[in-house]
């Protein structure tokens, strides 16, 4: 079985740039997350999907960032203008349903480091 | 609010001594506790779970975990420690939010198993 594949694996770039982040999840699993991970931190949540839909946003800064999963597959999660305390890994994660006993299977993230 | 506190940022051991990486939690109701472990540069994978039943769960990699109700406190253990233990160790609680279940992540514990 695949796992959660993610893309670029690192990414630099200056301060009020943009970049975009691509998560493939588990084929079948209804429930996507974007975590963002700052260095010395655990993994906060950002951004939660069940199929197509948002499920929570609620920690996600909608003035910079933004993410969407079309056709409830892929999902991009994009941030712009960047600041500098935006640097972290961006992990995806995906499991099964919702409501399920809370196992999470996470890609291998993407670092971004903003100058 | 639900949490989780790991009050270690580190830990040392020598190899094939035993382990333990504490965590304490703080949720409303019966608590899903879970760990991970993260690699350099890898995904969060994960490890073990408690839900309900015996307090001593056992999970991979020969780890398990004790949960202890009175004591708030789900410590992951290896009798044994390797060389390829060393990692990031993170403890997670599930907690309902936003019409759906996450995960909520504490620090991390970095584990150094010196040969």
């Known amino acids: 079985e695949a796992g959660v594949a993610q893309s670029p694996r690192y990414k630099i770039i200056e301060k009020r740039q943009s970049v975009a982040f691509w998560c493939n999840p588990i084929?079948?699993?209804?429930?996507l997350y974007w975590y963002q991970q700052i260095l010395g931190q655990g993994p906060k949540l950002l951004i939660q999907?069940?199929?197509?839909?948002?499920?929570?946003d609620s920690q996600l800064p909608k003035d910079r960032f933004s993410a969407e999963r079309l056709k409830g597959v892929d999902s991009t999660l994009k941030i712009q203008p960047a600041k500098l305390e935006d640097s972290a890994v961006y992990l995806c994660?995906?499991?099964?349903?919702?409501?399920?006993?809370?196992?999470?299977?996470f890609g291998e993230g993407s670092r971004l480091t903003v100058l | 609010a639900q949490s989780v506190a790991q009050p270690e940022d580190q830990v040392n051991v020598a190899e094939g001594n035993p382990l333990t990486v504490k965590c304490t939690y703080s949720?409303?109701?019966?608590?899903?506790l879970f760990w991970y472990v993260q690699y350099p540069n890898r995904g969060l994978q994960f490890l073990l779970k408690?839900?309900?039943?015996?307090?001593l769960v056992k999970g991979s990699y020969g780890f398990e975990a004790e949960f202890n109700k009175s004591q708030t406190s789900f410590h992951l253990k290896k009798p044994s420690a390797l060389v390829s233990d060393s990692a990031l160790y993170f403890c997670a609680v599930r907690w309902f939010s936003s019409n759906d279940y996450k995960l909520s992540f504490g620090a991390g514990t970095t584990v150094t198993v010196r040969a």
């Open positions: 994660a995906s499991s099964p349903r919702t409501g399920n006993t809370g196992e999470l299977f």
């Open positions: 949720v409303s109701g019966n608590p899903y």
């Open positions: 999907f069940q199929n197509n839909g948002v499920v929570d």
């Open positions: 084929s079948g699993h209804a429930t």
């Open positions: 408690y839900i309900t039943g015996d307090n």
